[in-house]
Nanobody, 122 residues
Framework: QAHLEESGGGSVQAGDSLTLSCVVS????????MGWFRQASGTEREFVST????????KYADSVKGRFTTYRDNDKNTVYLQMNNLQRADTDVYCC???????????????WGQGTKVTVSS
């Protein structure tokens, strides 16, 4: 059973950047597609990005396209979410998740981390 742990969240000003990390243990990381989702309290999870096991296929939500970049290091069992030009609307808890195939649907994901909080103020 895989264990996912995110880090890198924090409080920043609008226009700043953050890079989130998600380390996966207890599973075959190099065989998983990985996804990033975000969720504000009391709302549904929102898809952010997904990356295939080989990094050959990556997809972003329209709301973050051009500002966020997801990449992975299979040797370190880690997936990253680089977030540039952060806006107040990006304030959320960001979670990483693993799946057999790249998908923008949370139903396809099996394991989830606890999340890391990102707060953006203007």
């Amino acid at each position: 059973q895989a264990h996912l742990e995110e880090s890198g969240g924090g409080s920043v000003q609008a226009g700043d950047s953050l890079t989130l990390s998600c380390v996966v243990s207890g599973g075959m990381f190099s065989r998983y597609a990985m996804g990033w989702f975000r969720q504000a309290s009391g709302t549904e999870r929102e898809f952010v990005s997904t990356i295939s096991w080989s990094s050959a296929s990556i997809k972003y939500a329209d709301s973050v396209k051009g500002r966020f970049t997801t990449y992975r290091d299979n040797d370190k069992n880690t997936v990253y979410l680089q977030m540039n030009n952060l806006q107040r609307a990006d304030t959320d808890v960001y979670c990483c998740s693993s799946a057999l195939l790249r998908s923008d649907s949370e139903e396809e994901y099996d394991y989830w981390g606890q999340g890391t909080k990102v707060t953006v103020s203007s």
